[in-house]
């Protein structure tokens, strides 16, 4: 383990949950910076940008600039793929939508919308300013010949107490009435493993994949044929009815993945 030279580490339910850290997180963090070895935050957050991350992991004692990877780092590379992009009617928060605007692409909200105008692709992440007008107004949309795209396939996320309904359960609402299946953009998308190995530095073969799912980070890391250790710290305690992917290690915290490094 300790020839790892990029460590990609999820966020929610591995590192932190809620407003805390979780244990081992600090010290296997240290210890990456101490090594000089190269760390990536992974995460498929829909709810947040990457500044209200940063913020949110300084606050915790953990500072961070350019080490964390988003969805939208990956729905950038999917929407320059795309034949026609007119308009992206956002089901999503205002952050959100600013942030994808931000690099470039026309995108509506629902108050934002008038008549009867053209949408290319109705674009849903996770978010509890959502109400029933707004997928009302997407299955309209999507009627109309729109594509239905998500920031990220997870059916629910760990919060403080449990857990919550994600993108992926909020996407099935207008994949259910049209038949049209989304398409995502996090974990473990190609459109996501295509924007983490711009990021990485070093081999494949000397990155590690930490987190707490294995249908999306350990998936993930399977798919990028790289180690992965697999946390039961997260979304792993909750039963799934898809065969969960196996990973190379499997713990009970970072806590303990760090005193493994510790013994080596």
Known sequence: MKSYQTFMIDIDGTLIRG???LPGAKELLQYIRQQQKQLILATNNPADTRKQIQVRLMKLGFPVEEEIATPIDAIDDFLRAESMVATILVLANERIKDEIASIGWRVKTL???KGDEHVSHVLVAMSNELTYVHF???????DSGASLIGLNAD??????????PDTGALLSVLE???????LTMGKPTDWMISALKRKNQHDLEDTVMIGDSPYTDIRMGNRM????????SGVSSY?????????????????EVYEQLMKL
């Open 19 to 21: 407003d805390q850290l």
């Open 111 to 113: 108050q934002q919308m």
């Open 136 to 142: 009302a107004k997407g299955l309209q949309a999507l």
């Open 155 to 164: 059916l629910y996320c760990p919060i403080k107490g449990g857990r919550a």
């Open 176 to 182: 259910l009435p049209t038949g049209k299946k989304a």
């Open 225 to 232: 044929e790289i180690d992965t250790i697999l946390l039961q």
């Open 239 to 255: 039963q799934n009815t898809e065969l969960p992917d196996e990973a190379t290690y499997t713990f009970q915290s970072l806590l």
